[in-house]
Each structure stands twice: as C-alpha cells, then as structure tokens.
C-alpha cells in the first residue's frame, strides 16, 4: 500500500494493568473515540508490553483484558470505526520485533529515557532483562507493521515513537534500494568534488545514524548549491540521504494526546498510584462518599470561614465538569461562605453519576454478554492480522528469506 494511504491510519496500544478511571476517559479515550471518525484506527490490549514488567505474575490478564475491551466499547469506541484487538494474538508483532531486532543498535534501546527511569522507580522488580530493554523496539513493531501514520500517544511515550522513525529509517536504509542504485548515487558524490562529496557523506551519516535533522537541511542545501552535477543526479542524490530507493517501512508521527485535566481526588493527577480515582465501573451510590471526603481548602474550618477555590481540589473537579453559572456559585459563595463544602460538592457528584451512568449500563450488558466482546476481539485480531501479514511479506522479502 502507498504511505499516502498510511497516513490515514492510526494505532495504539495500552497496557492491561487494571480498572479504567474517569482520568484514562478524559485524556486518552475520548481522544480515541473523536479519532476514530477521521482515521482508520487500531487500537489493541498491549498484554506483551504487560509482560515486560509483571512477568510472574500470571493473573494479571485474567479479568483485565476482557474489561478494558468492555470500557473501550462502554465509553464509546466503536467496533465498527475501529480494530480492536490483543496484541498476543497477532504473533506477527513478534516476528517483525525479532526481524528488526538484528538492525537495531544496543545503545538506541539504552539511551530510551524510560529505560533507566523505570528500572529505579521499579526497583523491586528485576528489570535487567532482555525484553524490558527490547520493549520500546516491541513498540517500534507494533506500530510499523501497521504502516502507521499517526501514533496518538502522552507526553512520556514521545521518544518510542521517535525510536521507531529512526528503526524505519535504519531499515529503509539498509533494504529499501533498488538495484543499481546506490552504485549511480555513488558515482553522482564523485561528481561533486572531493570536498563537497565528503561533508555530503558525514552529513548524510549524521541523519541516517542519529537521525540529526540540521545534518539533513544542510545536506539538502549542499545539493542545491551544487553546479556540476545533473538534474537526475541532484534528485538522486536527495533520494540517497533519505535512504532512497522504496519506502519498505513508513516512518510514523507522535500525536501528542491532550493532556488530560483530570484531577484526582487529593487534587494530584488522577492515577491507580496515587490511590485518588474514580474508576469508569465505580459503583454509583460510592461516588457521592467519595467526593464527600475529599479534601477542601484548608481555610475552611466552619462554615463561616470564607474559602479560596484556588486552594481547592473540588474546585479542579468543577473546572473540568461544571458550567459557568454553578461555577460563579462556587466563587462567590466559597469565598463569601455562603456556601457550604458538601453544598459546593453536590453538583459534581451529581454530574459524575449523570456521566457514568449511561457508560455503566453498556459496560453492563457487555458484562452479561462476553462472548459478543470476545467476538469483536476475534474480528479485529482477523482484520489486524491481514494488514500485518503484507507488512511482513515485503519484510522478509527485503531481507532476502522468501529468495530460496
Ligand atoms: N507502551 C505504551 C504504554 O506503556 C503502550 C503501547 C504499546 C503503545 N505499543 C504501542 C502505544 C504502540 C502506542 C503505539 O502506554
Ligand atoms: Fe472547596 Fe467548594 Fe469548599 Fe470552596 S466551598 S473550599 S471550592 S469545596
């Protein structure tokens, strides 16, 4: 397929760790579910990448993975927009993993900035093994088998998209030419000049090998300039600093996710770490509790101390979910104290319920059901699976292991 085509696609995988919270809904799934109008979309149950760091521990996939597919599908992730799948179940990740693996250079996985930062935050758990090292280019996997073009994911995950556009990169580099190729491209270098020819080669290292940008322009800008070559020559000489020859893996973009706004309920991120969550499946009658306890501005000690909502975790929670008018109610009676703190928390228990309610009651029937969320599982792994099998043909093509 063309990389035209592949822009329109996008894929992304989350990790089976445990219950959904209103957190995961407001930053990475509604952004899914607005994508899934607009691309082609894959989304898959990363079980695999679970692994890497809860080896061991084989009850983890028990009941998460079939209920973070029953929260996708709750919130609003459409089957039918939509592949969902496990990426357990497509074992042709795991070849490319193994087929990219043979390229990919130690120190591009050791310099992953995650690496290190999760070994120390993890450090109970012994993570000097192979394939926690090898998950970023698992992901690389992952997201190049599927020709994708946009990859939505947070802040943290950047530098693995970043590590699989210099895997593609690399590959196209070493498989992607076309017979002839690089003998006519090496000839047109000696056309420029001795001087000219050698700052082209380190510039085009530079890009190839570290994926240095500023080498590219400046390569590019090199060739502009040059008066003793042809115009065939010129163009194949940019093809050659981009890898030239056929596009065999398509170097995917990071889309950054909109971060989520979702305060916890001590005001810190919402997050299963912090023990601050609402869960998409938290029982309704448990959510007025919960927003009941939470802390307040400590000003207020009676009723009669006036408040400042800036000092307030509730108050965050209004921001993201109340309107204009309950939020001037807020303001002006906190800081008057004419409200009280369970007064100014009702409305947003209220909306949460109200938010939660048609979610749960699809979580619910899907619950009743599985063998329909199995179903739909099965058939997104089928649709997966053909688009990885071309993927992996041209692969092993370019590598030479269909040519016996
Ligand atoms: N590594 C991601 C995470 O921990 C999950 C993931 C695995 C992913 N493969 C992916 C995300 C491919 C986007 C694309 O959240
Ligand atoms: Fe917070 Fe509302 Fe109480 Fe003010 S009135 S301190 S905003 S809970």
Not at 164 to 184: S, V
Not at 269 to 294: C, G, H, V, W
Not at 360 to 389: F, H, M, N, W
Request: hydrophobic share 40%; with cysteine.
């Amino acid at each position: 397929m063309s990389t035209v085509d592949s822009q329109q696609r996008v894929l992304s995988g989350m990790r089976p760790t445990g219950r959904l919270h209103l957190g995961h809904m407001h930053g990475v799934l509604n952004n899914w579910v607005k994508l899934q109008h607009e691309y082609e979309c894959f989304f898959f149950v990363a079980d695999w990448h679970a692994l890497t760091t809860h080896y061991g521990d084989a009850t983890i996939f028990e009941n998460n993975v079939l209920d973070m597919v029953i929260d996708w599908l709750a919130v609003g992730v459409n089957p039918g927009s939509a592949s969902l799948f496990v990426q357990s179940r497509v074992p042709e990740h795991a070849e490319l993993h193994l087929l990219l693996s043979m390229l990919t250079p130690l120190g591009w996985l050791e310099r992953v900035p995650s690496y290190k930062d999760q070994q120390e935050k993890l450090h109970e758990k012994e993570l000097d093994t192979y394939g926690f090292l090898g998950y970023p280019l698992l992901q690389a996997a992952d997201i190049l088998i599927y020709r994708a073009g946009h990859v939505p994911v947070g802040a943290d995950q950047v530098a693995h998209v970043e590590l699989t556009r210099e895997t593609a990169r690399r590959f196209n580099h070493i498989y992607g030419r076309e017979p002839g190729f690089e003998a006519a491209a090496e000839a047109a270098i000696a056309k420029m000049g001795k001087k000219s020819a050698r700052l082209y080669n380190s510039l085009r290292t530079a890009f190839q090998e570290q994926g240095d940008h500023e080498a590219l322009e400046k390569a590019q800008a090199l060739l502009r300039e040059q008066q003793n070559i042809s115009l065939g020559d010129r163009e194949r000489l940019f093809g050659f600093l981009e890898g030239g020859g056929k596009m065999i893996l398509a170097e995917p973009q990071a889309l950054l996710t909109p971060a989520s706004k979702m305060p916890g309920l001590d005001g810190q991120k919402m997050s299963k770490s912090y023990d601050n969550t609402i869960t998409l499946r938290e029982p309704l009658e448990q959510i007025a509790k919960k927003i009941s306890t939470m802390p307040t501005d400590p000003a207020r000690v009676r009723l009669t101390d006036p408040g400042d909502p800036n000092k307030c975790p509730v108050w965050q929670l209004h921001e993201v979910y109340s309107d204009e008018s309950t939020r001037e109610w807020v303001n002006a009676g906190c800081r008057s104290a004419g409200i009280g703190c369970l007064e100014c928390k009702k409305p947003l228990s209220d909306a949460i319920v109200a938010e939660l309610e048609p979610i749960q009651l699809r979580a619910a029937q899907y619950e009743k059901d599985p063998d329909v969320v199995r179903s739909i599982i099965a058939e997104g792994c089928e649709t997966a699976r053909e688009t990885a099998r071309e993927t992996l043909h041209d692969v092993r093509s370019a590598m030479g292991l269909t040519s016996w």
